[in-house]
């Protein structure tokens, strides 16, 4: 059954069978994905395929063309097994958009500027209408750290906050300094455990620097410190995280 688009900003509707109805009443998360295949048009037929099991509620060609899948008001099948701020169940709280892009597979290649202004400009869209906060406007990464990398830290999440989208603040500088890494103990693990499950990471207060963590502080560098990608808790990475609780809206 066709739909009308939510959005002014798509062009065109072609409907997915993968959706169902909404769990619970809070919509207010976006989510934004890479596709990770080598062809927009695979993708897409892949989302709309009812064998696959995975749908968008948007997808975003690389020239900037916008289709709509899935009802805004229906549950997208696009986070898979995710967590946030202590939510499980992200595909009934979040929309998702999918961006035709090859990924880490295909050698993370810039993306297109034209398909970075058809985003920005929905993901404003859906925002505004939405009143979504801007923590919760993030990477598919930050809501399953272990599974997933996309967008990508070629994703430019800084031009998206200028335009009002996504919470944001510039990295800490990169610098020498005490940092946490890979089998480190203690209570000065457990305190940055606690800032990031703090600022919504599923992140145990364990004191323990494991293989779990080293994915969840993966995820934060590739959404907001894609300087470097190595998991360590570095100066840059833990200064740069107090200064995003920091700057919280209230």
């Known amino acids: 059954m066709s739909f009308s688009a939510d959005s002014p900003f798509a062009q065109a509707v072609m409907v997915s069978p993968n959706r169902g109805a909404r769990v619970g009443g809070d919509l207010d998360t976006l989510i934004l994905h890479y596709t990770g295949m080598p062809t927009a048009q695979g993708a897409l037929e892949r989302l709309c395929d009812p064998a696959a099991e995975v ?119 990169m610098r020498d300094g005490r940092f946490f890494a890979m089998g480190d103990t203690g209570q000065p693990v457990e305190a940055l455990q606690a800032m990031l499950a703090l600022y919504g990471y599923e992140q145990p207060v364990t004191g323990q620097f494991d293989e779990a963590m080293r994915a969840v502080v993966t995820a934060f560098q590739r959404h907001f410190r894609p300087a470097r990608i190595d998991g360590v808790a570095d100066a840059s990475t833990i200064t740069t995280l107090r200064d995003l609780i920091a700057a919280q809206p209230a």
Do not use: C
């Open 55 to 173: 749908s968008a509620h948007y997808f975003v060609f690389e020239d900037g063309r916008i289709v709509q899948m899935v009802p805004e008001a229906d549950r997208a099948w696009h986070a898979g097994a995710a967590t946030w701020a202590g939510s499980r169940d992200i595909n009934s709280r979040s929309i998702g958009i999918e961006i035709a892009h090859p990924g880490h597979a295909g050698g993370l290649p810039p993306y297109p500027e034209a398909q970075i202004a058809a985003v920005t400009r929905l993901a404003r869209d859906i925002v505004f209408r939405r009143a979504i906060p801007s923590p919760r406007v993030l990477a598919h990464s930050d809501v399953a750290p272990a599974r997933k990398e996309d967008p990508g830290e070629g994703f430019p999440w800084e031009r998206l906050a200028r335009a009002g989208v996504g919470h944001w603040v510039p990295p800490a500088p």
